[in-house]
T-cell receptor
Framework: RKEVEQDPGPFNVPEGATVAFNCTYSNSASQSFFWYRQDCRKEPKLLMSVYSSGNEDGRFTAQLNRASQYISLLIRDSKLSDSATYLCVVNRRNSGGYQKVTFGTGTKLQVIP | EAQVTQNPRYLITVTGKKLTVTCSQNMNHEYMSWYRQDPGLGLRQIYYSMNVEVTDKGDVPEGYKVSRKEKRNFPLILESPSPNQTSLYFC?????????????FGQGTRLTVV
């Protein structure tokens, strides 16, 4: 089983729609969680951290469910400019005490006019 | 401006010809790493470094070497490139604490080995 799993999509949604992605992780020792956005052939960019209490940044809301080991990203009022691939990232300490970063393979979102 | 700079951005080379991809960051970050990205496989970590002279293997280290002699630089070395190393490579840096992850990525190096 992969350490981090995402539905690759694509999710095709009309402008203005609300869309949600989930990401599951297998290691219960995972400590911190993030969502990145990656445009085609560009570098990933940090979108937001994910906290247990949930957090919101404008139209974006991230949630963490430690019991079920998944994180989610909700995008409200989708814009054409939201079209991208969204990467889930999970961090944990490895046996050497260093952070081990694992990226999901990404979920592709296409917002349609 | 805070940034991670990779060079070159594009490279076509022949099998067996040693090459180095440079990576430099100006944020005094302890943590740096290299990834390769391939269709359907996502980003896979090659090597990472927690600080100067401290490096460790990631998930796909075979065929690669790294060094961290200075805090700002983390070059990726392919001693004898092969066609299966054709990929898009990213360097990343970030804070030491696991919580802060790698907030900054370079713009990528597209490598083709023929």
């Amino acid at each position: 089983r992969k350490e981090v799993e995402q539905d690759p999509g694509p999710f095709n949604v009309p402008e203005g729609a609300t869309v949600a992605f989930n990401c599951t992780y297998s290691n219960s020792a995972s400590q911190s969680f993030f969502w990145y956005r990656q445009d085609c052939r560009k570098e990933p960019k940090l979108l937001m951290s994910v906290y247990s209490s949930g957090n919101e940044d404008g139209r974006f809301t991230a949630q963490l469910n430690r019991a079920s080991q998944y994180i989610s990203l909700l995008i409200r009022d989708s814009k054409l400019s939201d079209s991208a691939t969204y990467l889930c990232v999970v961090n944990r300490r490895n046996s050497g005490g260093y952070q081990k970063v694992t990226f999901g393979t990404g979920t592709k979102l296409q917002v349609i006019p | 401006e805070a940034q991670v700079t990779q060079n070159p951005r594009y490279l076509i080379t022949v099998t067996g010809k040693k090459l180095t991809v440079t990576c430099s960051q100006n944020m005094n970050h302890e943590y740096m790493s290299w990834y390769r990205q391939d269709p359907g496989l996502g980003l896979r970590q090659i090597y990472y470094s927690m600080n100067v002279e401290v490096t460790d293997k990631g998930d796909v280290p075979e065929g690669y070497k790294v060094s961290r002699k200075e805090k700002r630089n983390f070059p990726l070395i392919l001693e004898s490139p092969s066609p299966n190393q054709t990929s898009l490579y990213f360097c990343a840096s970030g804070g030491r604490d696991a919580r802060y992850t790698e907030a900054f990525f370079g713009q990528g190096t597209r490598l083709t080995v023929v």
